[in-house]
């Protein structure tokens, strides 16, 4: 009992951190109040969340007691999250201890693994709580009545438009996921396009969309790495790659752009849409460590000079970040919906994980916790273009 004692004592006093919002903690069947005022929300603990594993890491131990059900959250959960990234500068973290999350291999094989372990969690899972478009992307709020389908019609039609495509010309998306753009660009524009990823789920489902709008020979999909393309002799007028950054890897970062450059055409247009950090430190080991292996988000710093060091010119740099938010918390509450089928298929533990992603996600782009950006930028100078965005 005294023992149980020190480690409830603990956890007070490590929660005690956390104190610029006000909040209740039961344990053990008493209850306490943390920070000044009314209490926001109440996290209630039914198993003890070991103190070598917080001073490890807060995010991790906190994270994963949270799939285990040891925690609970009574109240909003977002709002919760919110209040708790807000002090992140709080929280505990022994890089040395988690490198191996924190720093996974960059190297091409490693990383067709780390995506497939996201993306071909399989199309039926995505398809219960993404829109229509199958669109796993931040989406565009045009108007404040758009729904999620109209939103993500937004952003690509948006997307295309920065684009400035004419008939004929042929488009790159890097990253693909599962065609909605290249074949929305191919129908209202004419365009050639030619996609690549590294998800056999997405690719199957490529396959079906173009094959039912009768794009067989207009749309091209190939299970492919984007550094693998220019040993195809190809080349393009336009390259977009969307959500894809991410998954690309610090140490990757001039390749990347190096790549893009040499399979654009002189003049060509770029454009990048990308989650971006405040800085160039690694953190985030829960979600490293359970939903995006090998996931890095680059600042917008980074971009911007290779960018330049690759022979780009940016023309404009746009923040999505409230619409990622929207997007995000529309997921979420489709994700609530299709708790039960979800456990079905998978377990509890996977359902918590999920609602912690998607609310922890929304909360992060809500507080600015985290960003996104769209960077348009030509290969070389190019004075053909409109003036205005």
Same mark, same amino acid.
Request: net charge negative; proline share 2%.
């Given at each position: #009992?005294?023992?149980?004692? +020190?480690?409830?004592?603990?956890?007070?006093?490590?929660?005690?951190?956390?104190?610029?919002?006000?909040?209740?903690?039961?344990?053990?069947?008493?209850?306490?109040?943390?920070?000044?005022?009314?209490?926001?929300?109440?996290?209630?603990?039914?198993?003890?969340?070991?103190?070598?594993?917080?001073?490890?890491?807060?995010?991790?131990?906190?994270?994963?007691?949270?799939?285990?059900?040891?925690?609970?959250?009574?109240? @909003?959960?977002?709002?919760?999250?919110?209040?708790?990234?807000?002090?992140?500068?709080?929280?505990?973290?022994?890089?040395?201890?988690?490198?191996?999350?924190?720093? #996974?291999?960059?190297?091409?094989?490693?990383?067709?693994?780390?995506?497939?372990?996201?993306?071909?969690?399989?199309? /039926?899972?995505?398809?219960?709580?993404?829109?229509?478009?199958?669109?796993?992307?931040?989406?565009?709020?045009?108007?404040?009545?758009?729904?999620?389908?109209?939103?993500?019609?937004?952003?690509?039609?948006?997307?295309?438009?920065?684009?400035?495509?004419?008939?004929?010309?042929?488009?790159?998306?890097?990253?693909?996921?599962?065609?909605?753009?290249?074949?929305?660009?191919?129908?209202?524009?004419?365009?050639?396009?030619?996609?690549?990823?590294?998800?056999?789920?997405?690719?199957?489902?490529?396959?079906?969309?173009?094959?039912? /709008?009768?794009?067989?020979?207009?749309?091209?999909?190939?299970?492919? @790495?984007?550094?693998?393309?220019?040993?195809?002799?190809?080349?393009?007028?336009?390259?977009?790659?969307?959500?894809? #950054? /991410?998954?690309?890897?610090?140490?990757?970062?001039? %390749?990347?752009?190096?790549?893009?450059?040499?399979?654009?055409?002189?003049?060509?247009?770029? +454009?990048?849409?990308?989650? %971006?950090?405040?800085?160039?430190?690694?953190?985030?080991?829960?979600?490293?460590?359970?939903?995006?292996?090998?996931?890095?988000?680059?600042?917008?710093? /980074?971009?911007?000079?290779?960018?330049?060091?690759?022979?780009?010119?940016?023309?404009?740099?746009?923040?999505?970040?409230?619409?990622?938010?929207?997007?995000? #918390?529309?997921?979420?509450?489709?994700?609530?919906?299709?708790?039960?089928?979800?456990?079905?298929?998978?377990?509890?533990?996977?359902?918590?994980?999920?609602?912690?992603?998607?609310?922890?996600?929304?909360?992060?782009?809500?507080?600015?916790?985290?960003?996104?950006?769209?960077?348009?930028?030509?290969?070389?100078?190019?004075?053909?273009?409109?003036?205005?965005?």
């Amino acid at each position: #009992m005294h023992f149980q004692k +020190l480690m409830d004592d603990f956890l007070l006093h490590y929660l005690n951190h956390f104190d610029k919002h006000c909040f209740n903690v039961k344990l053990h069947d008493r209850e306490y109040t943390i920070g000044q005022g009314e209490p926001e929300f109440t996290v209630i603990v039914h198993k003890d969340v070991p103190k070598k594993e917080l001073l490890e890491s807060t995010e991790l131990a906190l994270g994963e007691a949270y799939m285990r059900g040891d925690i609970e959250i009574e109240g @909003d959960l977002f709002h919760m999250l919110c209040t708790f990234l807000e002090q992140a500068d709080r929280f505990s973290l022994d890089r040395k201890g988690l490198r191996n999350i924190l720093y #996974m291999s960059e190297k091409k094989k490693d990383q067709a693994k780390e995506v497939s372990s996201h993306y071909d969690l399989g199309n /039926e899972f995505y398809k219960l709580w993404l829109d229509p478009t199958m669109s796993y992307s931040c989406a565009y709020f045009k108007h404040e009545d758009d729904t999620l389908e109209q939103a993500q019609r937004n952003k690509v039609d948006y997307i295309l438009e920065k684009l400035y495509l004419k008939e004929g010309m042929t488009l790159l998306d890097i990253g693909c996921g599962w065609g909605f753009l290249l074949i929305e660009a191919a129908k209202k524009y004419g365009v050639k396009g030619y996609g690549c990823t590294l998800s056999k789920e997405q690719w199957k489902k490529g396959q079906e969309r173009i094959k039912a /709008e009768g794009l067989e020979g207009q749309v091209q999909i190939e299970l492919v @790495d984007y550094r693998d393309l220019e040993d195809k002799g190809l080349i393009f007028d336009r390259i977009v790659s969307v959500g894809m #950054m /991410e998954h690309v890897g610090r140490s990757n970062y001039a %390749t990347y752009m190096e790549t893009a450059n040499h399979l654009l055409k002189d003049g060509g247009i770029f +454009l990048l849409h990308t989650i %971006t950090g405040h800085d160039e430190v690694v953190s985030e080991p829960w979600i490293r460590k359970y939903i995006f292996p090998g996931g890095t988000l680059p600042s917008l710093r /980074e971009l911007v000079s290779h960018a330049y060091d690759a022979d780009f010119r940016v023309l404009d740099v746009e923040s999505l970040r409230r619409h990622y938010y929207r997007t995000l #918390m529309c997921w979420y509450h489709n994700f609530l919906k299709v708790h039960d089928v979800v456990a079905g298929w998978k377990d509890e533990s996977f359902v918590r994980m999920w609602d912690l992603y998607l609310a922890g996600c929304a909360a992060a782009f809500y507080i600015g916790y985290i960003d996104i950006h769209q960077v348009l930028m030509t290969k070389g100078n190019n004075n053909e273009l409109p003036m205005t965005r």
